[in-house]
């Protein structure tokens, strides 16, 4: 009786958990097929014209190549970046490390409006121009962070004996990095690329302050939302919310595989 | 005369195999604290060679050094008579088997194995053509190739280690207590396949373990290592036969210790129990006033009516263990408790009194420094 009853307190709860999470994104899904151009339930005539609208528009699709321009950039960086950053945080010993690991994460805790203000004075004050290329460097001080914390589990859960074997059987430093360490990784890194292109993806507040005259998926939803609202609002809010999901589930597709390939 | 016929190169009068490692006064510290100190050693071309010592006693920090993974502070290490200090592991004709093995668990048994001769650049077909000679060569099975390292088993893993660390053909071959995480049963195997595969390589072996009784198995010699330093090295028979101190005597298993004081007159008179003794004379004929007599307990006797020995003492059995083809009595007498082992065939009727007279012979203890 008593596990019955437990089980479907789980079952309620989850239940609830997943309605408000996912209502408001099927809500927006719906909002974009409303043939009418002002947002209101029930809808009375489904339509596929925002969404034609959506894919024809030239303005978005100059927004969206800025998103993924910044994305990709983001990614690479920050990838780079991170593993170096993840082996110094989580696998070599050296003076200053525990400060170090204390100072890389505290961009992740800023508020991001006030580190996007910041980032822009800061642009100013030494006279650069902001423009998306500015959006990838202040995306950077806050994906950095993440990503590096996201390899450094990885980095923590490997044995340094063997690095310290392929170097005993003649690899060189490159080799080691090459033949052990980098493969070790992967699983940490492929996460990292994943977290860094979604998170730069989805980030409106920094994406805000510094992206100067060009605009992102996120910013030009804001700026429709408070002057100008038509269904394609919530249309390229969905397309933006599928390609994320698309790419996540490729992802961990990529990496189920990988692994399947290497237990085999 | 025998010295006039020309020396039979395959003689067993030839002189021993010269050095291929020499270790001349090394110390490693990290910081204030030191690891290792003083160590003066000859490696012999050929020999497997064990290091033991407790955890703690710098073996594993002295096996590094031989390995190039660390640099000693002070002192030389030379190979065939080249200074190595500062030559890094992959310049070394040295391989060390890791603890933890440290096979690469992306990589498969064949290529585990085949992997120095891929950073070696030999080709794919004779690189897995040499893998599975080694594989034969440490019995692991053809079928074995493809197979995830992860999914072998604790034997398993051990081999491919072995094989793989052949096939970057080292003259020395390094072994970190790689056979710390088996059990006994395999454990014994390993150690067997071991010393034959050190027999068949003519390669020179060098092992650490903190087991004794590992290190008697497998080698030619052993050294006994103690808080940096090496208290003794000789064969296995030297070792257990005339220990130098106290230390490597009980570390080579539980003994029997007596603290004697010596009386004018040449004998022993003890302080931890009454009674006078008679013990063989110190080692290297120091002269000492106090000493420790030590007492194997296979060489402890209890003795029938009738029966005599050197040294006698009183004392009542209050527990028996079964060690398999042996029991170990706990003797106490007075307030020190003596171990005999007897052989099951010579084991105590279990009768009532348990109270015995214990006995050994002045030639089969050892007369140590306090």
Not at chain 1, 147 to 164: H, K, M, N, R, W
Not at chain 2, 333 to 341: Q, S
């Amino acid at each position: 009786m008593g596990h019955k009853r437990t089980n479907a307190a789980i079952w309620s709860w989850t239940l609830f958990v997943l309605v408000a999470i996912y209502l408001p994104i099927v809500c927006g899904a719906l909002a974009s097929f409303n043939k009418s151009r002002y947002f209101g339930f029930p809808i009375k005539t489904y339509s596929t014209e925002w969404w034609q609208k959506t894919l024809d528009s030239i303005e978005i699709g100059m927004i969206v190549k800025t998103s993924i321009s910044i994305a990709l950039l983001v990614t690479v960086f920050s990838v780079v970046i991170a593993t170096f950053g993840a082996l110094a945080f989580a696998r070599y010993e050296w003076k200053g490390r525990k400060l170090y690991q204390k100072l890389i994460l505290l961009p992740i805790f800023f508020p991001q409006p006030v580190l996007g203000l910041a980032m822009l004075l800061g642009f100013n004050a030494v006279g650069i121009q902001t423009s998306w290329m500015t959006a990838v460097f202040a995306h950077m001080i806050w994906i950095v962070p993440v990503v590096t914390l996201v390899i450094a589990i990885q980095v923590y859960g490997f044995d340094p004996s063997l690095e310290e074997a392929a170097y005993d059987l003649g690899c060189s430093r490159t080799q080691v990095f090459r033949e052990v360490t980098l493969p070790l990784l992967w699983p940490g890194i492929w996460s990292g690329m994943l977290f860094a292109f979604l998170l730069s993806w989805s980030n409106f507040p920094l994406s805000l302050y510094t992206t100067g005259a060009d605009s992102t998926i996120p910013e030009w939803l804001y700026a429709k939302m408070v002057a100008g609202y038509t269904p394609m609002v919530p249309a390229l809010g969905t397309m933006a919310t599928l390609g994320a999901a698309g790419l996540l589930l490729a992802g961990g597709l990529v990496g189920i595989l990988l692994r399947r390939r290497a237990a085999a | 005369m025998l010295q006039t016929i020309p020396a039979d190169p395959q003689s067993a009068e030839l002189p021993p195999p010269k050095p291929i490692l020499q270790l001349v006064g090394i110390r490693k510290s990290f910081g204030t604290f030191t690891a290792v100190e003083g160590i003066d050693l000859d490696v012999r071309e050929g020999e497997f060679l064990t290091i033991v010592g407790p955890s703690g006693s710098g073996k594993t920090t002295l096996l590094r050094m031989l390995a190039g993974m660390d640099t000693p502070s002070e002192g030389n290490i030379t190979l065939h008579g080249q200074l190595i200090n500062d030559v890094p592991p992959n310049k070394r004709p040295t391989c060390l088997v890791f603890q933890s093995l440290a096979l690469f668990p992306h990589k498969s048994v064949g290529e585990n194995i085949a992997f120095p001769l891929k950073v070696k650049g030999v080709d794919a077909a004779a690189r897995k053509a040499r893998a599975l000679e080694l594989m034969r060569v440490v019995r692991l099975p053809e079928s074995y190739f493809d197979k995830n390292v992860m999914k072998c088993s604790g034997g398993e893993r051990q081999r491919v280690a072995l094989a793989r660390a052949l096939a970057y053909d080292p003259e020395v071959l390094f072994f970190d207590e790689p056979l710390s995480a088996i059990d006994y049963k395999l454990k014994k195997t390993l150690e067997k396949e071991l010393k034959d595969l050190h027999r068949e390589t003519g390669k020179t072996f060098i092992y650490i373990t903190h087991s004794l009784e590992e290190a008697m198995v497998m080698s030619d010699r052993i050294g006994v290592m103690r808080a940096g330093r090496i208290v003794q090295i000789g064969t296995p028979e030297e070792i257990y036969g005339a220990p130098v101190d106290r230390f490597v005597c009980e570390f080579v298993g539980e003994v029997n210790t007596l603290k004697v004081q010596r009386r004018p007159d040449g004998t022993w008179e003890g302080v931890d129990v009454p009674g006078t003794f008679t013990l063989a004379p110190p080692r290297d004929g120091a002269v000492l006033d106090e000493a420790f007599v030590v007492v194997r307990p296979e060489f402890m006797r209890i003795l029938g009516p009738g029966e005599s020995a050197d040294n006698r003492l009183e004392g009542v059995v209050y527990n028996e263990y079964s060690l398999g083809s042996r029991i170990q009595y706990q003797v106490r007498v007075g307030a020190k408790v003596m171990l005999v082992e007897l052989s099951r065939g010579r084991a105590l009727p279990a009768s009532a009194d348990r109270r015995v007279t214990l006995g050994w012979d002045a030639a089969d203890a050892f007369t140590l420094e306090s």
